[in-house]
């Protein structure tokens, strides 16, 4: 049961447009989301973040939304441009119930965004 | 500063054989995760240590992988005997609790990883 869904395992956008990358979650219990970029042969790098009492957290060129009551969150990126090229994992948390144990995260299955020229 | 360092960067072994990868994590991180990442499943947790304690190791496939972390500055994924089911590319990440980069520390900063064949 996929509990961080990314039903878009590809897309694709014009230099200088908007990409819009999404994810669906369903564990009610996720208060804490990421999104991460990943290139060929390199480890999944962390992109931004946001908190479950936030709607929205900006870095640059980088948004992400949350819509919790439709557990959805979404990672815009504008302009975007062909270094943007890359697989994007979206991932959760959830508070550990045991004290000393650090929060793991679920991630979903990715969506290549390739960014023409 | 170093980021995560993980080795070999590749790994092709025969069945049956004993692997062994190694990951270094960030200094000064208290946790250390280990990753697989297969196109079937995607990247999933296997294992996690939070103070040099395995603290889940519930995504283990079975009990011929096995990992330590010895020190704060170290820790093993070893795989005996391998099978060529488990090729796949293995992450080793590190967090910070609390501290450190992000706003509350929640975010795992990832290895290069090792691309292991098993043929």
């Known amino acids: 049961d996929q509990q961080v869904k990314q039903n878009s395992p590809s897309l694709s956008v014009q230099e200088g447009r908007i990409s819009i990358l999404n994810c669906d979650y369903t564990n009610s219990m996720f208060d804490y989301f990421l999104w991460y970029k990943k290139y060929p042969a390199e480890g999944p790098t962390f992109l931004i973040s946001?908190?479950?009492?936030?709607d929205k957290n900006e870095d640059g060129r980088f948004t992400v939304f949350l819509n919790k009551s439709a557990k959805h969150l979404s990672l815009h990126i504008v302009p975007s441009q062909p270094g943007d090229s890359a697989v994007y994992f979206c991932?959760?948390?959830?508070?550990?119930?045991?004290?000393?144990?650090?929060?793991?995260?679920?991630f979903g299955s990715g969506t290549q965004l390739t960014v023409l020229p | 500063d170093a980021g995560v360092i993980q080795s070999p960067r590749h790994e092709v072994t025969e069945m049956g054989q004993e692997v062994t990868l190694r990951c270094k994590p960030i200094?000064?991180?208290?946790?250390l995760f280990w990753y697989r990442q297969t196109m079937m499943r995607g990247l999933e947790l296997l294992i996690y240590f939070n103070n040099n304690v395995p603290i889940d190791d519930s995504g283990m496939p079975e009990d011929r992988f096995s990992a330590k972390m010895p020190n704060a500055s170290f820790s093993t994924l070893k795989i005996q005997p391998s099978e060529p089911r488990d090729s796949a590319v293995y992450f080793c990440?590190?967090?910070?609790?609390?501290?450190?980069?992000?706003?509350?520390?929640?975010?795992?900063?990832f290895g290069p990883g090792t691309r292991l064949t098993v043929t």
């Open positions: 991932a959760a948390s959830a508070a550990q119930i045991s004290s000393g144990s650090a929060r793991q995260l679920t």
């Open positions: 990440a590190s967090s910070t609790e609390g501290r450190g980069y992000g706003p509350r520390g929640y975010e795992q900063y």
């Open positions: 200094s000064g991180h208290n946790s």
């Open positions: 946001i908190s479950s009492i936030k």
